[in-house]
């Protein structure tokens, strides 16, 4: 992810004149930086999937329903004002970052195509062995919807009347950047599982310390 690009996402959706102001960078800055610096994705015992030849790479892997966590709100509105020249961390601000935090780490789904989760399968006709060197790449993320967390951040301000406009298309082009741009990975050796003796599907498949970049 580039926080140019989500700073320009961000200024066409709301409809502000170009250039991009340093404003909208550093908010981008900001959101991106918190994500790829301390966001984590793990799998579930089960959610890693795939065929496990005997002594063969591993077929067919995939992932499903991969959770994120380890974000902070605090340290993502750090980042956002020092990106975008505020003078402080404001009350309103801490609670638009630890909304966004929240909603990615509560609603966001990660899942990996099949193909896109790789290993050794250590198995043999005869006994069955453990999953090495897995991996994961090209991950994406799901599930982020604009307006649900444009909902959250005005309750939580407690601004008066409805929704606004603005508010919706300021979530919207952040949330909808991550889903189109994040990727997620997870280093080999991190994706764990069991092959069968004589070949069949993985068992316990888990994936830890996923990273998003």
């Known amino acids: 992810m580039v926080a140019a690009d989500m700073a320009e996402s961000i200024r066409s959706s709301m409809g ?28 579930a ?12 790479p591993l077929s067919s892997g995939a992932g499903t329903g991969g959770l994120i966590s380890s974000m902070s709100g605090s340290d993502m509105a750090s980042l956002v004002k020092s990106g975008a020249g505020y ?3 404001s009350s309103e601000l801490s609670t638009f970052c630890s909304q966004i935090v929240s909603h990615i780490q509560s609603l966001g789904m990660v899942t990996f195509a099949s193909g896109s989760i790789t290993g050794s399968c250590t ?24 307006t649900t967390l444009a909902t959250a951040i005005h309750s939580s301000v407690g601004y008066p009347g409805s929704v606004s406009t ?5 979530c919207t082009a952040i949330v909808n950047y991550i889903m189109a ?6 280093a080999s050796g991190t994706i ?8 069949g599907s993985l068992s316990a498949g888990t994936g830890v310390n996923g990273t998003i970049a």
Do not use: H, R
């Open 16 to 43: 502000f004149p170009l250039p991009v102001s340093t404003e909208l960078v550093g908010w981008a800055s900001g959101v991106i930086g918190e994500i790829t610096s301390n966001a984590k994705v793990n799998n």
């Open 45 to 56: 015992p089960g959610t890693i999937t795939g065929t496990c030849p005997s002594g063969g």
């Open 87 to 89: 003078p402080s961390v």
């Open 123 to 146: 198995n043999t006709p005869l006994s069955p062995g453990p999953l090495a060197a897995g991996a994961g790449s090209n991950g994406v993320i799901t599930g982020l919807n604009g």
């Open 166 to 170: 603005p508010l919706i298309n300021f």
């Open 181 to 186: 741009n994040a990727q997620v990975t997870y």
């Open 192 to 199: 764990s599982g069991l092959c069968p003796p004589g070949g």
